[in-house]
């Protein structure tokens, strides 16, 4: 079954601000780095429930990306009726958890391929 990814506004403000921090325009692996986020994002159109729980909430799921120190956290929820997944949160690992006002109830937003 495939499952429409969709980005919140919130989660978008998230991977603007991250191109930005890792500063992707001026170096060619950060782009990359980039782009490979993108696509594991993409990703979760099919199997969804691959990913655990995030210990916030039983209700969201979050997809690791990258090797430590530099893990982010993709937070999502899976919307088993709509068939969709909503990408609420893209938070560096190593920061503290999430709280339900800070998941994104933003209105959702299809993430673009290019």
Known sequence: MVYLVNITARAERDFASLYEEIHAADSE????????????????????????????????RHLLY??????????YRVLYAEKRVDVLHIRHGARRGITASKAGHDKPKSIPLE
Not at 67 to 74: F, I, L, M, N, Q
């Open 66 to 75: 990258g090797r430590k120190p530099h893990v982010y956290r993709v937070i």
């Open 29 to 60: 692996a950060a782009l990359k780095w980039y782009r490979g986020l993108k696509k594991a994002m993409l990703t979760l159109e099919k199997m969804p429930d691959r990913c655990s729980a995030t210990p916030e909430s039983p209700q969201f």
